[in-house]
């Protein structure tokens, strides 16, 4: 802080120089024979300590009543949130665990009880089909025998036939050949030998 007094400004000399400019030198605070800063001179130091003093007390006020506390809150709402959003997000991640667990179990179970469903399909069919097939088996089985013995009524009319035609045959034959009729005991003996 620079302090003048009347008679430093009646002590500053006009000096002209080389151009016809004059300019005031300062000659009776030191200048440049005191060789020193003005900030060193000792006679002020006492008024600049008391500002210096009053600076830091007006600025220590401000920040600790002022700027600190708002700082903090700033700060503590901050944690808050940070906090909240984090047990926020734990509650979520251990939800979504829970469900995917769920989720995973409803699976396995639709998993096995479709496993359990196509065995029961799968067998009920098989019984079905062997049923079916030996229902069929069956019936055809009961065609066969009874074709079968239709063939063998048949078989056995013929066969009883076939001795009274292979005579009458026999008969016919003989006469033809020898012109003489023969009697039915003789070509039914005759057949019966040859059979």
Request: proline share 1%.
């Amino acid at each position: 802080m620079l302090n003048f007094t009347q008679t430093d400004i009646m002590a500053a000399q006009e000096t002209t120089d080389a151009h016809g400019g004059t300019y005031a030198t300062t000659e009776a605070h030191g200048g440049a024979e005191a060789g020193g800063l003005p900030q060193f001179d000792t006679s002020v130091w006492g008024g600049q300590i008391v500002y210096l003093l009053f600076l830091f007390f007006v600025l220590y006020l401000l920040i600790a009543k002022v700027f600190a506390p708002r700082l903090r809150r700033v700060m503590d709402e901050r944690v808050d949130t940070i906090s909240t959003a984090v047990a926020t997000a734990r509650s979520v991640q251990a939800e979504a665990s829970d469900q995917a667990a769920a989720a995973k179990a409803e699976v396995e179970q639709a998993r096995t009880q479709s496993r359990r469903l196509a065995a029961e399909a799968k067998a009920r069919v098989t019984a079905e089909a062997e049923a079916r097939r030996a229902a069929d088996e069956a019936e055809v089985n009961a065609r066969i025998e009874a074709a079968e013995a239709q063939i063998a009524g048949t078989r056995d009319a013929a066969m009883t036939n076939v001795g009274t035609i292979a005579a009458d045959t026999a008969a016919a034959i003989v006469e033809r050949l020898t012109g003489k009729a023969t009697t039915a005991a003789e070509t039914t003996a005759a057949v019966k030998g040859a059979v």
